[in-house]
């Protein structure tokens, strides 16, 4: 989950009249980058749930609504051609009734995740612990790499770094000395120091290569 700058700027202005936002999102283990998690934390008037079915997209407030098939995240609010149907209470009262109606029963379903992003945020950010909380655990049998340009979880992989989404942009341009976010073995920001041709900090590299042997 990826929030862009210009709706974290609409949110913020609403929470500014005490506006009550919910994000309910799905797909267990999504990753939300670090720096939404930072913004997520720093917004109490947010709440954060999660249902383990949901598959819709659906945004929408007291007066109107769109369904459509964007993802809350980056690459398909900035990549994809998408499509998405305007509802309005004042203009199809009985359409928008029956669409809230669907949102409270998935609202009923889901459950509060909050603690969710600091679990996210401590598993890329905490430098502070020691060296084995920084190794990749195995997932379903592949080890778990992070990508460099999102820091999400990806499968290990030292000539591709990236989730197929960063890839996609970064294959328009292919620079592989372009300075990245962070580090593909530990997750942790790399503040620049980690491109495609080296994705791995200098500092963990020796550990890299002793659990990866590559």
Request: aromatic share 10%; glycine share 4%.
């Amino acid at each position: 989950m990826q929030i862009n700058r210009q709706l974290k700027l609409a949110l913020e202005d609403r929470l500014k009249f005490k506006t009550t936002i919910i994000i309910i999102y799905g797909k267990d283990g999504t990753v939300i980058n670090p720096e939404d998690s930072d913004w997520l934390k720093e917004m109490p008037g947010i709440s954060l749930m999660f249902h383990k079915d949901l598959h819709a997209k659906c945004y929408y407030n007291e007066k109107e609504a769109i369904i459509t098939s964007m993802n809350l995240f980056m690459f398909s609010q900035q990549n994809n051609v998408e499509m998405g149907i305007y509802i309005s209470k004042e203009k199809d009262e009985e359409l928008y009734k029956r669409l809230t109606n669907e949102i409270d029963k998935i609202k009923r379903a889901s459950e509060h995740r909050t603690i969710s992003v600091q679990k996210v945020e401590s598993k890329i950010h905490d430098t502070t612990k020691t060296t084995a909380k920084l190794e990749p655990q195995k997932s379903k049998g592949k080890h778990t790499g992070y990508c460099i340009r999102t820091g999400m979880e990806i499968p290990f992989n030292v000539v591709n770094p990236m989730s197929p989404e960063a890839f996609k942009v970064w294959s328009q341009f292919g620079d592989r000395d372009y300075p990245e976010k962070f580090c593909h073995f530990s997750g942790e920001p790399s503040n620049g120091e980690t491109s495609f041709s080296k994705p791995i900090l200098k500092k963990n590299w020796k550990k890299a290569k002793e659990i990866f042997d590559f």
